[in-house]
């Protein structure tokens, strides 16, 4: 399981003043695009985890000051931690319990069109399959090990703290967007303008 030192975890309301300070943290939003255009810390920069991971050199080249990642609940955040820190970026931060905590305590947020978030479509996809599995198994047996093998595959998602399911739903066109590009990510990274 990735979970990153509590050294390196910062607490909503810390970061919250650390935003409002004359140096603040670069804040990455690892979640998709859709999640992120659904709601996202203001100044915040959409840097999908896939992106981030592929792409982690170039990215991290242009983070110079402090860096707080962010997601819905603080699991990607951390895989986004481990992957910046294996290629030496050492000023990075994991936003303790994500955007489930910064919501929680009623802090600020952009909104925009409501999507649901990657681990509810997780849920809907495995449920939906489970028990259309089982019904079709009234009629052809063998089907139920379909059901078999989304459990299986849950089981092991929960063990090792990944799920094939979830970044494959990632790279659906509902939950990608337009400038979801390392280009365009590192072009803005590297702007000096104010970030959205």
Known sequence: MTTPSAAFLIDPSELEEMLG???PPRVLDVRTPGEFETVHIGGAY????DLLREHREDISRHLDQDVVLVCRSGQRAAQAEE???GVGLPNVHVLDGGMAAWESR???V?????RWDLERQVRLVA???VLSSVLASVVAPKVKWLAAGIGGGLTFAAVSDTCAMGMLLAKLPYNRGTSCDAQSIVAELSATATPR
Do not use: E, W, Y
Not at 110 to 114: F, I, Q, S
């Open 21 to 23: 300070s004359p140096t």
């Open 110 to 114: 952009n909104k925009g069109r409501t």
């Open 46 to 49: 959409n840097v999908p985890l």
């Open 106 to 108: 009623g802090l600020a």
């Open 83 to 85: 992957a910046l820190r």
């Open 127 to 129: 449920g939906s399959l």
